[in-house]
């Protein structure tokens, strides 16, 4: 099994519609991240969290939201899906110590139309 | 806001060829990392190179971190088809945030056997 895991993998869905991606983990990592991924534009970050109470806004969260349900938990709403927001999400862990390295899900491909 | 510049964006070569991909930048990092990520993929780890000038090897690859921190290069040398990918670096430390990655947009490298 994967030590970090998103789902869906896949996810086709209509302007307007909340949607909410699910990321967790087995690695023990305090740190988790969502990034998305865009052709020519490379991974942006859009949440970051240390800890369960520790939420902060990335370099584009705009349209975005998270909830760190636990430790092993992290996950992503788009309130109300736009086209703009069709991208490859990806989870990553990392741990506290020991350096930035990061780990991450096999990722989410969201289509918005 | 701290950039990672990655040059070629893309790199088609044969079997056999030698190549090398940079990552520049104007901000000093405390650490940078490489990731090959595959179509479909997460990125994975390859290094993490920490002190300047360093030089790591991993098989064919060769890593090496500028003496100043800001750039890196990865050498790859008698490239075969299973190196295909998208090259990523990432530096960490940059502007104090020693939490936080900022990740170049890539190296699409094809390798045609």
């Known amino acids: 099994d994967a030590d970090v895991t998103q789902t869906p993998r896949n996810r086709i869905t209509k302007t307007g519609k909340r949607i909410m991606l699910e990321c967790s983990q087995t690695?023990?990592?305090?740190?988790m991240y969502w990034y998305r991924q865009d052709p020519g534009l490379g991974l942006r970050l859009i949440y970051y969290?240390?800890?369960?109470?520790?939420?902060n806004k990335g370099e584009i969260s705009d349209g975005y939201s998270v909830s760190r349900q636990a430790q092993a938990k992290f996950s992503l709403s788009l309130e109300s899906a736009i086209p703009n927001q069709t991208a490859l999400y990806f989870c990553?862990?990392?741990?506290?110590?020991?350096?930035?390295?990061?780990?991450f899900g096999q990722g989410t491909r969201l289509t918005v139309v | 806001t701290q950039l990672l510049e990655q040059s070629p964006q893309f790199l088609s070569i044969q079997e056999g060829e030698n190549l090398t991909v940079y990552c520049n930048s104007s901000?000093?990092?405390?650490?940078l990392q490489w990731y090959r990520q595959e179509p479909g993929e997460g990125p994975v780890l390859l290094v993490t190179?920490?002190?300047?000038?360093e030089v790591k090897k991993l098989k064919r690859l060769t890593f090496q971190f500028g003496d100043a921190r800001k750039d890196s290069s990865l050498h790859i040398t008698a490239a075969q088809p299973g190196d295909t990918g998208l090259y990523l670096c990432?530096?960490?430390?940059?502007?104090?945030?020693?939490?936080?990655?900022?990740f170049g947009k890539g190296t699409l490298l094809t390798v045609n056997p």
């Open positions: 190179v920490v002190t300047g000038g």
């Open positions: 969290s240390f800890d369960v109470k520790d939420i």
């Open positions: 690695k023990g990592h305090d740190r």
């Open positions: 990553a862990t990392s741990a506290r110590t020991g350096g930035t390295e990061a780990f």
């Open positions: 990432a530096g960490a430390g940059g502007g104090g945030s020693n939490y936080k990655l900022t």
């Open positions: 901000s000093v990092f405390s650490s």
